[in-house]
């Protein structure tokens, strides 16, 4: 069954929420519990059976990190083997790990069906921030963004965004100790505060526009934050959008977690440009529903992104524009100031190091927090905005005709 993209700009085909193996096995990643259930009850269990066992499954594949059927043993020996026979717990295929030297880590990943895409983590003295993609390529195309030269391939399933942050978990062997045996609870305890943890923050800044693929980030995000399994807290998860006006208010509602709106411009005149959305939900729009957005409080504040572009949009004016906006709307708000992180065929230029502390001066005058993010991981191209691999790059007009094209669709 296909699905379309919610929202007003280019509707693509998708492919149903699990993404099917070739081997016909179903994959348990990225399901709720009542899912796991159904799909048990579909298998042949009678409903009470499946319910019990729903529940183990999620513990062992999300709380414990478990990968195989027989190393669950609250399960009944005999039953093991048919679960193996119709069910996987999958992670994404890895296709390459990069370490940069600042520890910050890249992985390049792949689907059941062969589709690319990118993670990173960024370890901090405090933290430990896992940047995830929702979207293999975007629909939208910020002229600053290499994700933006993409073409949409499709949207991830809930399967592929959850099994991101599993497979992080794995590879910083994050799971309770001795997670393929029985622990007790003291033990259990004891290795599994949020303390001691190297990942403690996702945010959704990797690949694609994450409110156009509303439905499977919503379910992921459900299943990161239930309590029985991965735990993280909604405080934790910060979603980022290029300002798809009409989903926010559910992305509140409904996911929750904290807000970041990709900015980068004050006036329409640039914003148009920059960031093209904005031609079809305008500026006014865009910070009324920041103004709206259910959960935002000065405890929670949005973060607006703002990518710092040499004489485009770096002026002290424009930093005045951006106080007197925030201000304007009331909006609990700090401001984020990125480095344009440059790559091969942008049209742009970073800003100079003293025009990017100007502005940030400018801002933090106004009263608002506003700090210069420190570029991580550019040994291994771990930026925001450049996760993609080297071995796709395209040529110039390549890139040209699918702009051409994507500024066609949105009319
Ligand atoms: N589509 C979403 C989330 C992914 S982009 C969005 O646009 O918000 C995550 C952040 O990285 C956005 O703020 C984006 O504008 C920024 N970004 C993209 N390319 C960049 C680049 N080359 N240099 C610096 N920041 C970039
Ligand atoms: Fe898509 Fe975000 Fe890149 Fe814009 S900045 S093209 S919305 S990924």
Redesign the pocket.
């Known amino acids: 069954m296909d699905m379309a993209i919610p929202g007003h700009i280019d509707p693509v085909p998708v492919p149903r929420p699990i993404t099917p193996r070739a081997d016909g096995r179903s994959d348990l990643m990225g399901l709720m519990r009542e899912d796991i259930a159904a799909l048990l009850e579909t298998a042949g269990l009678d409903r009470k059976q499946a319910k019990l066992r729903s529940k183990q499954l999620f513990h062992w594949i999300y709380h414990r990190g478990v990968t195989y059927f027989d190393s669950m043993t609250d399960i009944a020996k005999q039953m093991r083997p048919w679960l193996e026979e119709r069910f996987v717990i999958g992670r994404p295929q890895v296709v390459e790990a990069q370490v940069s030297s600042d520890g910050t880590r890249k992985w390049l990943l792949r689907t059941d069906d062969s589709q690319e895409y990118e993670m990173v983590f960024i370890p901090d003295a405090d933290r430990g921030t896992l940047c995830i993609s929702s979207q293999v390529g975007?629909t939208?195309n910020?002229r600053?963004?290499?994700?933006g030269t993409m073409r949409l391939v499709r949207n991830l399933t809930p399967g592929e965004i959850v099994g991101q942050v599993m497979l992080a978990r794995d590879a910083l062997g994050e799971w309770p100790k001795g997670a393929m045996d029985q622990l007790d609870d003291e033990e259990d305890a004891a290795s599994y505060t949020a303390d001691g943890r190297l990942l403690t923050n996702i945010v959704?800044?990797?690949?694609?526009?994450?409110l156009y693929n509303f439905d499977n980030v919503r379910d992921a995000m459900k299943v990161v934050m239930h309590g029985d399994g991965l735990a993280l807290s909604k405080r934790r998860i910060t979603l980022?959008?290029?300002g798809v006006v009409p989903l926010m208010a559910r992305c509140g509602e409904e996911i929750g977690v904290n807000l970041?709106?990709?900015l980068?411009a004050v006036t329409k005149e640039v914003r148009d440009e920059i960031v093209p959305i904005n031609r079809k939900f305008g500026l006014e729009e865009l910070l009324q529903a920041c103004a709206d957005y259910p959960g935002a409080s000065n405890a929670r504040r949005i973060t607006f992104?703002y990518?710092m572009l040499k004489d485009k949009n770096d002026t002290d004016e424009d930093a005045r524009e951006l106080v007197r906006l925030i201000k304007g709307y009331g909006l609990p708000a700090k401001v984020n100031l990125?480095?344009?992180?440059?790559?091969p065929g942008?049209i742009y230029e970073c800003s100079d190091p003293e025009r990017i502390k100007r502005f940030s001066d400018i801002v933090f005058e106004g009263g608002i927090s506003a700090p210069v993010r420190t570029p991580r991981g550019r040994d291994i191209m771990a930026?925001?905005?450049?996760l993609k691999s080297a071995s796709e790059k395209k040529s110039r007009a390549e890139l040209d005709r699918l702009a051409e094209e994507k500024q066609a669709a949105l009319g």
Request: proline letters at 9%; hydrophobic letters at 40%; aromatic letters at 12%.
């Open positions: 975007c939208l910020c600053f963004c290499y994700t959704l800044m990797g690949m694609g526009e994450p980022s959008t290029s970041a709106v990709s980068h992104e990518v990125i480095p344009f992180n440059p790559w942008a930026a925001c905005g450049q």
